[in-house]
């Protein structure tokens, strides 16, 4: 049924925004039952297709890689050859855009990029994590670009690693404090407008995440020994997740 669905949307131009008739005569209309329909519905929302809005109908959604990211196979968390993978398509991707970015990046975001870096090292001095600042310093670096395909593949990825790092050996505190100073010598090449060694300040940042994929190897089974919990009376610091 969702076959028929896509087919109907395409031979019809349909774009993003648009509503798909009123169900009944949508049923009959593609000569399918009316329950049907509304599997075929069900399955081209839960990939992004579509969207429902409650008392208006079904519309053509918006293009998002949500989906793609909430319906990541487990299997591809946990295995640290594809993990290896798709980290090295990332690094090609955004080390390969770095010349371009050097030519045009505003100095309000080379400002931004470096409060950005700045915080990170604060928060992994007293040893807290910083996903939020870190997701939106690539945010930041790429968003001169003016590519919103570029934008939502760059957030894509940072959010594959960031739900994968659970399955990880965690970051300890110097190598969190390390990752930012990595952010730092990004922002510091920027500042100079060198695209050479912009470029290899990148590819270092990207080595902590491939250290710790390689550390998968050492356990047969692919797993990766849960933390330490915390006595009950203990004061939680913010997880400690990876920084990507």
């Known amino acids: 049924m969702a076959l028929a669905i896509k087919e109907f949307i395409e031979s019809n131009g349909l774009k993003k925004g648009d509503a798909l008739p009123a169900e009944a005569a949508f049923a009959q209309q593609l000569g399918i039952s009316r329950p049907s329909l509304r599997e075929g519905v069900k399955a081209l929302e839960s990939v992004g297709v579509l969207e429902s809005r409650h008392g208006e109908g079904v519309f053509v959604a918006d293009f998002s890689f949500d989906p793609i990211v909430d319906n990541l196979p487990y299997s591809l968390l946990a295995d640290d050859a594809q993990l290896l993978h798709l980290l090295e398509v990332r690094t090609a991707l955004e080390v390969g855009m770095i010349p ?21 090292h604060e928060l992994a001095l007293k040893d807290v994590s910083f996903e939020d600042e870190d997701r939106e310093f690539h945010a930041t670096l790429f968003g001169c670009l003016n590519n919103p395909f570029l934008n939502r593949l760059v957030d894509l990825f940072w959010q594959v690693f960031h739900r994968m790092s659970d399955s990880l050996p965690r970051s300890d505190s110097s190598s969190r404090r390390q990752t930012a100073l990595e952010h730092i010598a990004i922002v510091e090449k920027l500042e100079r407008g060198d695209a050479a060694g912009l470029q290899q300040a990148h590819e270092r940042h990207f080595e902590e995440i491939h250290k710790r994929i390689m550390k998968l190897r050492n356990h047969p089974d692919g797993a990766v020994p849960s933390a330490v919990q915390l006595p009950a009376n203990r004061t939680r610091k913010r997880p400690a997740k990876a920084e990507v």
């Not at 371009?100 to 990170?120: G, N, T, W």
């Open 100 to 120: 371009k970015i050097v030519q045009i990046v505003p100095a309000q975001d080379i400002r931004k990029l470096r409060q950005l870096a700045s915080r990170m």
